[in-house]
């Protein structure tokens, strides 16, 4: 079983001799440097447990996956294995990022493997349920910890593509957020484009669930980062209030009705405030249905909402003026002509449908708006969106 592993090219990582490749390491050397704890997580691929470092007396995380299944075809065993090895060279490739959990150490003894990372304190929802956000202050930089993961993320070449809730986790310091579980993400070769569809299904973009060419790019995490950062400050999933099945949920996401509200719930992150304008705006900004008019996360860094906190940490090279409003309307001497169309756009009724909806019927391959390639230099991007205003 996994002969095919064995034979491949060595992979190590980490400061032990942890090895995927020509020869599988025995469980024990797993047991010989880490204590298993508790469970603290579970996902479709594997669980999560609390681990204790024997040598060094540190405490961590280990992703623990199960390969002995018996029912599980060849073929299926070469995938699993596939995505395992392609999950350890995207996380490796993230090296050390203060928003990113980090990778320390694999173990792979032919049937189960162990991905040892930094431990956190818990899911940044089940830390937002108990302790919710108390200004907007702190909205903005629990927003700009979110953004500077997937930034440096796609800053690899790599596309995330399972960014949600369950996904960001609270660091133990109950201050910083880090993106985390990277069993989807794909590599993302420049001027190219992915195909398909992943992912969970309320956080699924559009260009995903094109049914006739489903291309996507970095911007599908932005969207997906939209109905995160959606759900914790209004309480409710941006297109599926009330949880229906899968297949609804997509079919909601693709038509663009019902459209999100903007309301707030009870219990939600924001329940001691009420969302401002420029935090709505930015979600907005964020559900852009167009991927090639959506803001990269380089470009979200300068809407309003997180624009501050990302100059004082260096994200942005200047902090411009805030947008003031007249009537919804900002004014042109304060506005950041760069992202003037998307400001436009967010700041437009609620309830109006800013782009055209996707319907079976309306899309071919020429209307997909993931045709607009998304990973193209931001001042080419810009044109674009500038383009598109006279439009909104």
């Known amino acids: 079983m996994f002969q095919h592993l064995r034979q491949a090219e060595v992979t190590t990582m ?52 199960d390969f002995s299944s018996s029912s599980w075809s060849e073929g299926r065993q070469q995938h699993e294995v596939g995505r395992l090895k392609n999950e350890i060279e995207i996380w490796k490739g993230l090296g050390t990022h203060v928003n990113c959990v980090r990778l320390l150490d694999t173990f792979f003894d032919g049937s189960h493997a162990h991905l040892v990372m930094d431990r956190c304190d818990r899911a940044l929802s089940s830390f937002l349920a108990e302790e919710p956000l108390s200004s907007v202050c702190q909205a ?36 910083t957020v880090k993106l985390c579980d990277f069993g989807l993400a794909r590599k993302l070769e420049p001027g190219r484009n992915l195909r398909g569809c992943a992912g969970t299904a ?44 899968d297949p ?24 001691c405030f009420q969302p401002s ?3 709505k705006s930015f979600v907005r900004s964020l559900l852009t249905r167009a ?35 007249t009537d919804g309307v900002p004014k042109a001497k304060s506005i950041d002509e760069d992202l003037l169309p998307v400001y436009r756009r967010s700041n437009s009724d609620a309830t109006t449908n800013e782009d055209s909806c996707l319907t079976l019927s309306s899309l071919t391959p020429s209307t997909n708006p993931s045709q607009i390639p998304d990973d193209e230099p931001e001042s080419v991007c810009s044109q674009k969106l500038q383009g598109s205003a006279g439009l909104m």
């Open 14 to 65: 980490g400061c032990s001799s942890s090895v995927i490749g020509v020869q599988t390491v025995a469980r024990s050397n797993f047991d010989d440097n880490y204590q298993l704890g508790e469970k603290i997580g579970e996902g479709a691929f594997g669980n999560v447990y609390t681990a204790t470092s024997i040598r060094q007396s540190g405490y961590y995380a280990t992703k623990v996956l």
């Open 202 to 245: 309320p956080c699924v973009s559009p260009e995903m669930l094109h049914p006739i060419d489903p291309v996507f790019g970095f911007k599908t995490d932005l969207w997906s980062l939209g109905i995160t950062v959606y759900i914790l400050f209004f309480g409710t999933w941006a297109y599926a209030p009330h949880c229906p099945p």
């Open 291 to 325: 991927a090639g008019r959506r803001p990269s996360a380089m470009l979200a860094y300068r809407l309003p909402f997180v624009r501050q906190v990302a100059f004082e940490r260096g994200h942005v090279s200047s902090s411009l003026p805030r947008i003031d409003h």
């Open 248 to 271: 609804e949920v997509k079919d909601i996401i693709l038509r663009n009705y019902p459209l999100p509200t903007y309301v707030q719930r009870k219990h939600c992150a924001t329940m």
């Open 277 to 279: 304008d420029d935090m």
């Open 140 to 175: 903005s930089c629990m927003c700009c910890d979110m953004l500077a993961g997937i930034a440096h993320i796609h800053s690899t070449g790599a596309v995330h593509c399972d960014v949600k809730p369950d996904n960001f986790l609270m660091d133990c310091d109950k201050r």
